[in-house]
């Protein structure tokens, strides 16, 4: 049961929200709260969060709830497609005769081989490639 417990935790951080879903739970749960509070700020995740940030005594509940899951999964994506070019550098120089620098250019390749390591398939599933 102690192992379950500890185990949850890394199982959970390895999920990762798409953009697409982010945006859509953004606009289902603060698209009112925008338009009020927010209008003219541009869909980059900082700006939006902080200006929601600033109004937040004005901001409905569930926005405040989903705002953050929103914006923490949007991070989350971020540090997962930048980890892909560190767990599969191995893959991307050995088996798709590339070079750690070019992994967007490998990754076709690292979709289509099999053997690749569970880490960098780990990686590319967290990333949203696969």
């Known amino acids: 049961m102690l192992i379950l417990v500890l185990a949850a935790p890394s199982l959970a951080s390895a999920e990762t929200m798409s953009f697409g879903d982010a945006?859509?739970?953004?606009?289902?749960?603060?698209?009112?709260d925008i338009d009020e509070n927010c209008?003219?700020?541009?869909?980059?995740?900082?700006?939006?969060?902080?200006?929601l940030y600033r109004n937040q005594d004005s901001v409905s509940a569930q926005c405040k709830v989903d705002y953050v899951r929103a914006f923490e999964a949007i991070q989350k994506r971020i540090a997962a497609r930048a980890a892909v070019a560190k767990m599969c550098e191995y893959e991307v120089v050995k088996r798709c005769r590339g070079t750690a620098k070019e992994i967007s250019k490998s990754l076709e390749?690292?979709?289509?081989?099999?053997?690749?390591?569970?880490?960098?398939?780990?990686?590319?599933?967290?990333?949203?490639?696969?």
């Open 39 to 51: 209008r003219g700020v541009s869909f980059d995740s900082s700006r939006l969060k902080d200006c």
């Open 23 to 32: 945006a859509a739970l953004l606009g289902k749960s603060c698209g009112k």
């Open 109 to 130: 390749c690292l979709l289509a081989t099999s053997g690749v390591s569970a880490r960098c398939n780990q990686a590319i599933g967290d990333a949203g490639y696969r």
